[in-house]
């Protein structure tokens, strides 16, 4: 696997579950291959955080505004008014992670959530950012709000993707590239094994979330996050998917990250001098 690189294109890296080893966590991925990240935030209280360890893990910054919470708190006027002072104050190379989350379709905090998902989208566009769209349960809601943006150079990443086919080929149209993480890993998930290997090329990148969405292996310890060092796992399983070597699907995905996310920071660990 020497020289191979790779990108994790939407992780939390400065949640708490981190704030112990996300140096140690990111060195042992770097000296795999990893090349660079996005690191996503949801809200205004994160941004500093967020961007201040990006810069110095020499990673890459994402504005978010995103409410995954059952009763949203904030009004989504406010957290857009902090997403626009955000991109004047850190420069992001990304909007993310924004969306809809399934859980609020058909409630009281569905037009709160839509009217947040389509004012950051109008955010992003004018300034000219891609975006990492959360699109759980949501996927036609989100297709739709697109597709309405269609006529903007919009481009992005549909964030940890579990929709058909069909709805593959509806983002992938429209510009954006599709996100696959630990599902890929998972022997429960046919449909989405058998959507990944049918994919048309440089369509997809890859993602941790991490802490989040933990790989199946690793769910008999409740304490247990996603890292970066995942990304291998992950990767392995895209190639015996599509029938390619993990080093090939390393850089269709690293190509991929780059097309969406061309500001992400890459930084080539020096393996070749260890091994
Ligand atoms: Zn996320």
Redesign the pocket.
């Known amino acids: 696997m020497s020289g191979m690189r790779f990108f994790d294109t939407?992780c939390?890296y400065a949640d708490n579950a981190f704030d112990a080893d996300i140096d140690l966590c990111v060195q042992k991925a770097r000296t795999a291959g990893l090349a660079g990240a996005l690191v996503?935030t949801c809200s205004g209280h994160e941004y500093e955080a967020a961007s201040a360890l990006a810069q110095r893990l020499n990673l890459s910054f994402a504005a978010g505004a995103f409410d995954f919470s059952s009763s949203p708190q904030i009004a989504p006027q406010r957290m857009l008014e902090q997403l626009s002072s955000a991109i004047d104050r850190f420069s992001p190379c990304a909007v993310g992670?924004i969306g809809i989350d399934g859980k609020h379709l058909k409630t009281e905090f569905e037009a709160p959530a839509l009217a947040l998902f389509t004012g950051a989208i109008e955010i992003a566009s004018d300034n000219n950012l891609p975006v990492s769209v959360?699109a759980r349960g949501a996927m036609h809601v989100i297709a739709r709000i697109l597709k309405a943006h269609a006529s903007t150079s919009l481009k992005g990443v549909i964030?940890a993707f579990n929709g058909s086919l069909e709805e593959a080929e509806i983002f992938v149209r429209l510009g954006f590239k599709l996100g696959f993480g630990s599902i890929l890993t998972n022997p429960a998930a046919k449909r989405a094994a058998r959507v990944f290997a049918a994919l048309r090329s440089g369509s997809w990148v890859i993602e941790t979330?991490a802490p989040?969405m933990v790989p199946c292996t690793k769910k008999m310890n409740p304490a247990a996050k996603s890292e970066p060092l995942d990304l291998i796992e992950t990767l392995k399983a895209a190639a015996a998917l599509r029938g390619i070597t993990i080093e090939a699907a390393a850089e269709e995905s690293s190509q991929a990250a780059l097309e969406v996310f061309p500001m992400l920071k890459t930084e080539i660990s020096s393996q070749k001098n260890i091994d």
Request: hydrophobic share 10%.
């Open positions: 939407h939390h996503c992670e959360h964030h979330d989040f």
